[in-house]
Structures are given as structure tokens and as C-alpha cells.
């Protein structure tokens, strides 16, 4: 029988999940709608950042659904156990980048993204045995050693890729 500490921490593990999915999933629903055009009306409040920023979002429908997307991954891939790390990884790399974009920009959002994004790391911290693991098997050493050679010529194929790249492109 669990105690009462390991169900509280448990209901409060499942209430993180639960709030930042719900969030992220609004987010990602909402995102192909949140950026209008902004020629056609005179905000008012807003940064010079905050503009320049609607602007850049609101230039094509395209990037704000890829965005929605990811979001919608992420937050669905919070609520199973077997896909819970990818969709920390994918919220914590989306949110890290609202997280710049809000600071720099000035967006007023900024606290809401700091907040889920330390949720984020909440829910790694409390199963950080899965993340460890993954983290062992991402940056796990191949015992495949290539000859120094191949390097050299890999390096020197690439540099005549790059070269051909700036002419032809």
C-alpha cells in the first residue's frame, strides 16, 4: 500500500501533466487563429517587439499550423508513459523558444511559458530514471572508429558540396 506522501505526489505528478497537456493542446488548436493581420488595425498596449512579432507570425498561415502541430504532439505525447520524455524533449525545445522569443520581443506571455516549461522540468526531475536512460542512449559511444583518412576526405566532400552549393543555389 502506497503512503499517503506517495499519492499526494503521485495526484500532484498527474495534475502537471494534465494542465500543461490541456494548455499546449489549447495552444496548438488556437495558434492557426491567434495571428491575424495586423495592417488593417491599430493595436493598442503592444510593444514595437510584440508587433514585429505578429507580423512575422501572421506573414503565412503555413508556420503558425506546423507550430500548432508540434504543440498538439507534444502536449498528446505528455499524457502516455511510453512517449512522455519525447513529448518533454519537443515541449521544452517549442517552449524554449516562446521563452526567447516572449523575452526578447517583450511579449507579455513570458511568465505562462516560464511556467509550463518549469512544469516540464518538474515531470523529467520526477521520472528521471526514463530520462537518464534516454540521455545514455542518445549520446552512447559507437565502438566504429572511422579511419582519419575517411575524415579528410569526408571534410574535403563537403567543402566541395558547400562550394557547388553557393554557385549553383
Not at 10 to 20: D, G, Q
Not at 93 to 113: K, W
Not at 121 to 131: G, L
Request: one cysteine or more.
Amino acid at each position: 500500500m502506497r503512503t499517503y506522501k506517495e499519492q499526494l505526489i503521485e495526484i500532484i505528478y498527474w495534475s502537471i501533466l494534465f494542465f500543461v497537456s490541456t494548455s499546449m493542446f489549447i495552444y496548438g488548436v488556437l495558434k492557426p487563429f491567434q495571428f491575424g493581420d495586423f495592417s488593417n488595425s491599430t493595436p493598442l498596449n503592444l510593444s514595437e517587439g510584440h508587433i514585429r512579432m505578429w507580423e512575422f507570425y501572421g506573414f503565412t498561415k503555413a508556420y503558425p499550423i506546423i507550430l500548432g502541430l508540434l504543440e498538439i504532439l507534444g502536449a498528446l505525447s505528455l499524457l502516455l508513459n511510453k512517449t512522455r520524455m519525447f513529448g518533454c524533449i519537443l515541449l521544452t525545445i517549442i517552449l524554449s523558444n516562446i521563452i526567447l522569443q516572449d523575452y526578447f520581443y517583450e511579449i507579455s506571455a513570458l511568465s505562462s511559458a516560464i511556467v509550463y516549461q518549469s512544469l516540464v522540468f518538474v515531470v523529467i526531475i520526477y521520472d528521471y530514471k526514463k530520462f537518464k536512460q534516454l540521455i545514455q542512449v542518445l549520446f552512447k559511444s559507437t565502438s566504429q572508429r572511422l579511419p582519419f583518412k575517411y575524415l579528410i576526405i569526408a571534410v574535403l566532400i563537403a567543402l566541395v558540396f558547400k562550394y557547388l552549393e553557393t554557385k549553383v543555389l
